[in-house]
């Protein structure tokens, strides 16, 4: 392989980083920058060409490019810096193109781990749990703007913002079930909080929902027209101050409310209370299923039962254990749970599904199986507990009062 100078490798024009940074005031904006790639998550490199590097560098060298250059990486080294700046008053996250962020870059984690260990997949995804945690236990005013698709790593990062303004052209789902992973990145804390079941709803079926919806379950704290958005951004950016009400009042200004009796989320949620409440996912199956010979017009519990039906068995029980324990635990217990099952499932030693599956009916998922999946990896030194950082309550609390 040809060397490459370090003035070709690490040259590169700043519409080709994957995240943007930029300072307006007291206001610090965090920009996604991967439109072509829907802004997903991932290794990305200072130079393209260091992604080769990764199948001949030693895993020390490997381990340290990642560190030190992924994306994610930068945005917490940056949050941090903003949260410690004084002169710093709130911070917008936001996305170019037509996503706000479509998750983590699943491709680049199975490339990982099929040209090495693990350990490098794993290595990444602790940076984003931490990241996740950085983020939802921010001490200054984080306003996500959140437009276009949000799945997966996108709503990990967004959900936990103070303020979560959604369009018409939002679209949020989390389909890691589809893939042979799970719902994860705090959903087991984010979604939990949602009106009765609907967290599991949308964790299990990987339902798409529109911002009108979020804003209606509570994902959203906002919703205002795409058109409005960079003129709401402007306003935001004048309010020179981190006080949560005169940033409510900017926000206000182009907000649309909604009749909340007559929309789809409260049509659907007595449904969804009922079936989703069940106790185990084939009882959820189950009830969905009769709820159908009832409701033939209604395409959503069709599409529900039919997303159920081909997605990983094993997956959709990991979930719903790790919702129902989510619902009664700390972010930071949900993060650390997350990132065990994660490992879990990386390392191939218990369940194939990220790669096939492995049982392919949920009769034949063993609930000892599914226990060994939470269990911490003793047996292997490349392994630790997830180690988040102390650290206090944030602003989301204090500004959901005045929501």
Same mark, same amino acid.
Request: proline fraction near 3%.
């Given at each position: 392989?040809?060397?490459?100078? /370090? ?8 519409? *080709? ?24 998550? #991932?290794? *990305? ?9 990764? +199948? ?80 939802? #236990? ?43 992973? =799970? ?16 967290? @599991? ?31 709401? !951004? ?11 009400? *005169? ?12 009749? #909340? ?19 185990? +996912? @084939?009882?959820?199956?189950? /009830? ?16 529900? +039962? ?17 919702? %129902? *324990?989510?619902?009664?635990? #700390?972010? !930071?217990?949900?993060?650390? %749970? ?9 390392? %191939?030693?218990?369940?194939?599904? =990220?790669?096939?599956? !492995? ?6 998922? !063993? ?37």
């Amino acid at each position: 392989m040809q060397a490459l100078s /370090s003035t070709k490798l690490f040259r590169r024009d700043s519409s *080709e980083w994957p995240v943007l940074f930029e300072e307006h005031s007291g206001v610090r904006k965090v920009i996604l920058n991967r439109p072509s790639k829907l802004n997903t998550l #991932t290794f *990305e490199m200072v130079h393209p060409s260091l992604l080769s590097l990764l +199948v001949y560098a030693s895993p020390l060298i490997t381990s340290v490019i990642i560190s030190l250059s992924t994306q994610v990486f930068q945005m917490f080294n940056k949050l941090q810096i903003y949260e410690g700046d004084h002169t710093v008053d709130l911070v917008i996250l936001k996305g170019n193109g037509k996503a706000f962020c479509a998750g983590g870059d699943v491709v680049g984690n199975m490339c990982s781990v099929l040209t090495g260990h693990w350990s490098y997949g794993a290595s990444f995804y602790k940076k984003l749990l931490i990241l996740v945690h950085l983020m939802a #236990t921010y001490k200054k005013p984080l306003v996500c703007l959140v437009n276009g698709i949000v799945m997966g790593g996108g709503a990990g990062i967004s959900m936990n913002g103070s303020f979560r303004v959604v369009t018409e052209k939002t679209v949020f789902a989390m389909p890691e079930a589809s893939i042979g992973l =799970f719902p994860d990145v705090g959903a087991s804390h984010f979604l939990s909080k949602l009106p009765g079941y609907f967290g @599991e709803y949308l964790g299990l079926t990987g339902a798409q929902v529109g911002g009108a919806t979020m804003l209606s379950c509570g994902l959203a704290t906002h919703y205002v027209f795409s058109k409005d958005l960079s003129l709401l !951004e402007h306003a935001i950016s004048l309010v020179d101050s981190s006080n949560a009400s *005169e940033i409510l009042s900017a926000i206000n200004k182009f907000a649309h409310k909604f009749n #909340t009796k007559e929309d789809e989320f409260h049509k659907r949620l007595k449904i969804i209370n009922k079936c989703f409440s069940r106790q185990t +996912v @084939e009882d959820i199956l189950n /009830s969905l299923e009769k709820e159908l010979l009832d409701n033939l017009a209604e395409k959503w519990i069709a599409d529900a +039962v039919k997303s159920m039906k081909s997605a990983s068995p094993t997956s959709l029980k990991i979930f719903l254990r790790s919702i %129902r *324990e989510g619902r009664g635990q #700390t972010i !930071e217990r949900c993060l650390a %749970r997350e990132y065990t099952i994660f490992c879990n499932i990386l390392r %191939r030693k218990i369940t194939n599904d =990220f790669y096939e599956w !492995e049982p392919p009916k949920l009769e034949l998922v !063993e609930a000892k199986t599914v226990d060994m999946l939470f269990k911490a990896l003793e047996d292997d030194d490349d392994w630790n507990y997830l180690q988040l950082p102390p650290r206090s309550s944030n602003l989301l609390d204090q500004t959901r009062s005045k929501l």
